[in-house]
């Protein structure tokens, strides 16, 4: 057979090829099962843990400095207002309300003496049998002693307060909650000596990241309500709510205090236990995703809608109100009726592993053009990993088979499956 006579024998599996070739690049048709957009208000259930405390704590100690001599009582004990608490050493203190005494005995005589010689002094002017400056002196000389009495007095007064002070009261009905001296301890006036806290008032104080706060506006009327319950057992719980919110961070945590004013708190929830707390409130119409349905289109998170008119998908930018551990909440950027398709083996490597739980809300099955994925496109976590790198494909295998490559700039990483109808 000639050269001639081959050519065309030659040319025929080339045709075949391109033709399969042309045939290959035209829209598979795939049908996906989808859901119905309809945003609407779900229970904020996002929680804190925090603590038990007590609203109403003040620090005791002595007015007067010297050596405690006796504690009465130690952490955890139930007082009444007046019982004692702690002593000083008080001799001195006595030593010097003898003294105060002594000087007002002398002052009050001092003081008779003189009033006695103005009346006489007095008399003898109006009689004419004296002048008048030494009326005046007598005159000068009582209210002297009027002035030295009075101050004896004040002395003897502090002299006994002073004295009193050495004794350590309870100022309330309350719960010891820590010690700050040992008898044999000197300390000075001003220092801890018990920190008493009224038991039947109680907050709970949470450490609440900048986030949580989002965009909202503080408003000093608004006072959201809070559920709080034991960290240990969910059944003991109470409501409370927000009395107070730190206008500055913590310095170290960068998270901001929040108490909450605990209404019938129940006996199970005692000084420093471990809580937590709820916000009861509804969030503003939101559609909830499960995480792996997060895509990225130009550095913004996005989600694959299907165009009702052409039977298309394409990727829709939204706006995440959060993170959760295992879902992401949108908040803005899906109309209602909006029909939301899984992620599909042509737009990432990670989307073979997800579909749509059958049961939610509008689930449906819809048939849909499968077009070439942009690579520029990349799979966004739950967890917010934006600075996952871009994501390569291969094109999928025929015979409803398909291999899928990640490839991460040069890694080894390899996910094979199959596709679902």
């Known amino acids: 057979m000639t050269f001639r006579k081959k050519l065309p024998l030659l040319a025929l599996p080339l045709a075949l090829a391109a033709c399969s070739e042309v045939a290959s690049k035209e829209p598979e048709v795939r049908t996906v ?18 603590e038990v405390r007590p609203r109403y704590e003040s620090e005791l100690g002595f007015r007067v400095s010297g050596k405690v001599i006796s504690r009465l009582v130690d952490v955890g004990a139930t007082v009444k207002a007046g019982d004692p608490l702690a002593r000083l050493d008080d001799q001195d203190y006595r030593n010097k309300l003898r003294s105060a005494e002594a000087d007002l005995v002398s002052a009050q005589a001092v003081q008779i003496e003189a009033a006695a010689a103005e009346e006489r002094y007095r008399q003898l002017l109006a009689s004419g049998s004296t002048t008048r400056a030494n009326y005046d002196t007598a005159l000068k000389n009582f209210r002297s002693a009027e002035a030295k009495l009075e101050s004896a007095k004040a ?16 100022e309330f009905d309350g719960v010891v909650t820590a010690v700050g ?14 920190r008493l806290a ?18 909202r506006k503080p408003n000093r009327d608004e006072r959201p309500e809070i559920t709080v319950s034991l ?28 108490k909450v004013t605990l209404r019938n708190p129940p006996e199970e929830m005692r000084f420093g236990g471990s809580v937590v707390g709820r916000l009861k409130a509804a969030t503003e119409p939101v559609v909830v995703l499960p995480g792996s349905a997060l895509f990225d289109k130009g550095g913004a998170p996005a989600v694959w809608v299907v165009n009702s008119t052409s039977g298309t998908l394409g990727l829709k930018t939204v706006v995440i109100g959060r993170y959760e551990t295992d879902r992401v909440i949108i908040s803005d950027g899906l109309a209602r009726a909006t029909s939301l398709s899984p992620p599909v083996s042509t737009g990432c490597a990670r989307t073979r592993t997800f579909a749509w739980q059958k049961g939610l809300p509008n689930d449906q099955l819809q048939p849909v053009r499968m077009g070439a994925a942009p690579q520029e496109h990349r799979c966004l976590s739950h967890a917010r990993r934006s ?4 994501v390569g494909l291969r094109q999928a295998r025929p015979r409803g088979r398909s291999a899928l490559h990640h490839q991460d700039h040069g890694g080894e990483d390899r996910m094979a499956g199959r596709d679902r109808d």
Request: hydrophobic residues 35%; aromatic residues 6%.
């Open 231 to 258: 960290l240990s057992n969910a059944a003991i719980s109470t409501d409370g709510t927000v009395r107070e919110i730190s206008p500055v961070a913590d310095p170290v945590t960068r998270t901001y205090q929040v």
């Open 387 to 390: 600075d996952r790198r871009p």
């Open 33 to 50: 099962r989808t859901i119905v957009a309809n945003p609407r208000p779900i229970d904020d259930d996002r929680r804190a843990v925090g």
């Open 155 to 170: 002395s003897y007064d502090m002299a006994k307060d002073q004295l009193a002070y050495a004794e350590l009261k309870a």
């Open 198 to 215: 009224q038991p039947d008032d109680k907050d709970a104080v949470f450490s609440i990241a900048e986030s949580v706060f989002g965009n």
């Open 181 to 194: 001296a040992d008898p044999g301890q000197v300390v000075s006036s001003g220092k801890m000596v018990i």
